[in-house]
């Protein structure tokens, strides 16, 4: 399990250093748009990437707006996305999409159109026509929109090979589950009898919980702490529990030097993209 937890941390690192640089970068303003950061969510995306790595699986996936994470995870062309943050026609959504709404032909990574939840019954549609393995993400408050709730519906009632996962935060901006709801997701999906689990962000968790994936719908609940607030405006506790800081530590030495690379690695990608013109 060592090998799979440092190929999910390489994955990660990638996300990590990439997400760490543009935080950076919208307090030097360098970007003219709102920016929606996914550090500290990084290891699910991260993990269940390399699951269907390991599964020979390319799965459709649609990505919420805090997509970055997950458009990397997939291998997705980092040069287009680091374009599409810079507005610029070469991005991987023609720099009209923007953060919220990027996207890869390539990986076949379908973008979010800014509607919170909408991702759920686009993707329920698309699978279902296509019968082929879907992936979807949503954050914990785009999951409670009604039409979520009739997508899951459908996906049961027609058996389709898809995946919701929840990345949950616990946050709707600065508000939590407890103000918001008394019910949880997967809760939810198992009244819609379908698989439903409340599972961490911890990658072994959820590699195991992914055994059975595509037969049939499921519902993945992962908990999970996010770094920076909606926009880069601030940044949450710092002594907020971190995965990707908790896996470097257990990792040791090999997973330091993986983020060493990784940091430089980003650096010098966003140094040639900026001199680009």
């Not at 997950?70 to 943050?85: F, G, H, K, R, V």
């Not at 992936?135 to 049961?156: C, N, P, T």
Request: proline letters at 3%; hydrophobic letters at 35%; a negative charge.
């Amino acid at each position: 399990m060592e090998r799979f937890r440092l190929k999910v941390f390489e994955r990660a690192a990638l996300c990590r250093n990439f997400e760490q640089y543009v935080f950076d970068g919208i307090h030097n303003k360098i970007f003219k748009f709102p920016i929606y950061l996914s550090a500290g969510q990084e290891y699910i995306s991260a993990t269940i990437s390399e699951v269907m790595n390991e599964k020979g699986i390319a799965p459709n996936i649609f990505i919420q707006h805090r997509g970055h994470s997950t458009y990397l995870s997939y291998d997705a062309p980092i040069e287009q996305l680091i374009d599409e943050l810079l507005g610029r026609e070469t991005g991987c959504a023609y720099g009209m999409g923007g953060s919220a709404s990027i996207h890869s032909k390539e990986k076949n990574i379908f973008g979010h159109d800014g509607l919170m939840g909408s991702q759920a019954p686009i993707a329920v549609g698309h699978c279902y026509s296509t019968r082929h393995p879907t992936i979807v993400h949503l954050g914990d408050a785009s999951a409670e929109e009604d039409y979520v709730f009739g997508a899951l519906g459908w996906a049961s009632t027609k058996k389709l090979p898809i995946l919701f996962v929840v990345e949950d935060n616990n946050l709707s901006i600065l508000t939590e589950k407890k103000v918001r709801r008394n019910w949880e997701m997967h809760d939810v999906a198992k009244a819609f009898q379908m698989k439903g689990r409340d599972i961490s962000d911890d990658p072994i968790e959820i590699k195991q919980a992914l055994d059975d994936v595509f037969n049939g719908p499921m519902l993945l609940n992962i908990n999970t702490h996010r770094k920076f607030w909606h926009s880069g405006a601030g940044i949450d506790d710092e002594n907020t529990f971190d995965r990707y800081e908790t896996e470097m530590g257990l990792l040791g030495d090999r997973a330091r030097e993986i983020d060493k690379e990784y940091k430089q690695k980003i650096n010098e990608l966003w140094k040639k993209q900026l001199e680009t013109q």
